[in-house]
């Protein structure tokens, strides 16, 4: 039986929505139609997901604990649905019939839980980017309010995911906005069956590189608007970005990702190179052919990130240049085995702080050998390492209290950034 606390929580947005509003127009309830099928594909998104993927599925994906994800899929499953029903109760109050016959399929984007996580994270910052674009279509204040307490959510939602995606979890300090027709080029493609939305969707638009875009690289589209009619070499990509008031406009075959960008990129495919306005009331979109597609820009590697993943590196962070160098987050006891084993190939055990000291230059000289770096003495190493007594007066004892040794392991496998018990 669910608790009062429950019930109140849910009965608020009702008490909100469910006040007399001044004005029912068809535009009001045109939009609150489209935000609830919205709405319905998120939490049919995170219902499928959640009921197909074991525990072994995301312990697999590099999650440090199963549970962590699903709490969250969980808790944002829950919040989409109640949204969903918030907003139908509203369009009924209103006179209107809510769209119930929608079909939504996911196809490969549950193929695994990694897939399922980066199409999540789209679904999230693609409904941010539906109620920022239509806002300005809804002339009532109390439904515009009301509508804006569900954004914040989404928002909320979309750090979250970010976070899952190894992603900055606030990569800029402003999102982008999306009109409902440019919303279904991205939607669109999950929604089948009877779907009467009123809105026609904009052509769709896929980035078909491979591997993760980055700075400098360069992209390539498909879309059935990119046929053999048209001239794709009088086309331009489009790069929108949250915060900048125009689009970035670049010749197709120059469509570079340019330095600087982070996070979240909203891309269309113009037949012109004048730029789209950030601002979506005065966007000019006759000039649109596909799109947007949406890619994300992750160059900011955070710790938030590494409390949940297992395996979260940059590697194109490594100082020699290689590709396949990362940094693994491990646990404290497997720190403390690592520097042990360390410390015993060395012929030393690690009983007091010098001795950890001394096992951390072993592992730096192999590292430093390793490079072709000169390698530092035992004792030099020993005479730069921290003192035992921390800033809190803690005397570090032994491996797994306060670990002060950091660097690469004699292996290079892995780098102990040290931890705190």
């Given at each position: 039986?669910?608790?009062?606390?429950?019930?109140?929580?849910?009965?608020?947005?009702?008490?909100?929505?469910?006040?007399?509003?001044?004005?029912?127009?068809?535009?009001?309830?045109?939009?609150?139609?489209?935000?609830?099928?919205?709405?319905?594909?998120?939490?049919?998104?995170?219902?499928?997901?959640?009921?197909?993927?074991?525990?072994?599925?995301?312990?697999?994906?590099g999650f440090v604990s199963a549970q962590l994800p699903i709490e969250q899929f969980t808790q944002i499953q829950n919040d989409e649905a109640t949204h969903a029903q918030v907003l139908e109760s509203t369009i009924t109050s209103l006179g209107g019939q809510p769209i119930s016959n929608c079909s939504f399929n996911f196809g490969n984007a549950l193929n695994d839980v990694p897939t399922m996580a980066a199409t999540a994270r789209v679904v999230e910052n693609l409904g941010v980017s539906a109620y920022l674009g239509a806002a300005h279509l809804i002339d009532d204040p109390v439904l515009l309010t009301a509508a804006g307490s569900i954004l914040t959510v989404e928002a909320r939602h979309q750090t979250i995911l970010n976070v899952l995606n190894n992603g900055a979890s606030i990569p800029?300090?402003?999102?982008?906005?999306?009109?409902?027709?440019?919303?279904?080029?991205?939607?669109?493609?999950?929604?089948?069956?009877e779907c009467p939305v009123g809105i026609d969707a904009?052509?769709?638009?896929?980035?078909?590189?491979?591997?993760?875009?980055?700075?400098?690289?360069?992209?390539?589209?498909?879309?059935?608007?990119?046929?053999?009619?048209?001239?794709?070499?009088?086309?331009?990509?489009?790069?929108?970005?949250?915060?900048?008031?125009?689009?970035?406009?670049?010749?197709?075959?120059?469509?570079?990702?340019?330095?600087?960008?982070?996070?979240?990129?909203?891309?269309?495919?113009?037949?012109?190179?004048?730029?789209?306005?950030?601002?979506?009331?005065?966007?000019?979109?006759?000039?649109?052919?596909?799109?947007?597609?949406?890619?994300?820009?992750?160059t900011q590697k955070q710790l938030l990130s590494q409390l949940a993943l297992a395996a979260s590196g940059d590697s194109?962070?490594?100082?020699?240049?290689?590709?396949?160098?990362?940094?693994?987050?491990?646990?404290p006891s497997e720190a403390s085995s690592i520097i042990a084993s360390a410390s015993s190939a060395s012929g030393a055990a690690p009983t007091d702080s010098a001795a950890a000291a001394s096992a951390s230059a072993t592992d730096s000289a192999a590292a430093a050998s390793a490079t072709g770096s000169a390698p530092v003495s035992?004792?030099?190493?020993?005479?730069?390492?921290?003192?035992?007594?921390?800033?809190?007066?803690?005397?570090?004892?032994?491996?797994?209290?306060?670990?002060i040794a950091t660097g690469p392991?004699?292996?290079g496998a892995i780098t102990v950034d040290g931890w705190q018990s």
């Open positions: 039986m669910p608790s009062f606390a429950s019930l109140l929580a849910l009965a608020a947005p009702l008490m909100v929505l469910g006040a007399p509003l001044k004005r029912d127009t068809a535009t009001n309830l045109l939009v609150l139609k489209f935000a609830d099928v919205l709405e319905q594909l998120e939490t049919q998104f995170y219902t499928q997901a959640l009921q197909k993927f074991q525990t072994s599925d995301f312990t697999s994906a800029q300090a402003f999102d982008i906005a999306f009109l409902p027709n440019e919303v279904l080029a991205i939607a669109g493609a999950f929604i089948s069956g904009n052509q769709p638009l896929t980035i078909t590189n491979t591997g993760a875009a980055q700075p400098g690289t360069l992209l390539t589209f498909s879309s059935p608007a990119l046929n053999g009619s048209v001239d794709t070499s009088k086309l331009y990509c489009q790069m929108l970005v949250g915060g900048m008031s125009t689009s970035i406009s670049l010749p197709i075959d120059q469509c570079i990702v340019p330095q600087g960008v982070e996070g979240p990129v909203g891309i269309f495919i113009t037949a012109d190179n004048q730029p789209l306005n950030n601002n979506v009331r005065d966007r000019a979109t006759q000039a649109v052919l596909a799109g947007p597609t949406m890619a994300f820009i992750d194109n962070n490594s100082s020699n240049g290689s590709s396949n160098v990362s940094t693994t987050t491990i646990s035992g004792a030099a190493a020993a005479a730069a390492a921290p003192t035992a007594a921390e800033a809190d007066k803690t005397v570090v004892e032994s491996p797994g209290t306060r670990n392991s004699a292996n």
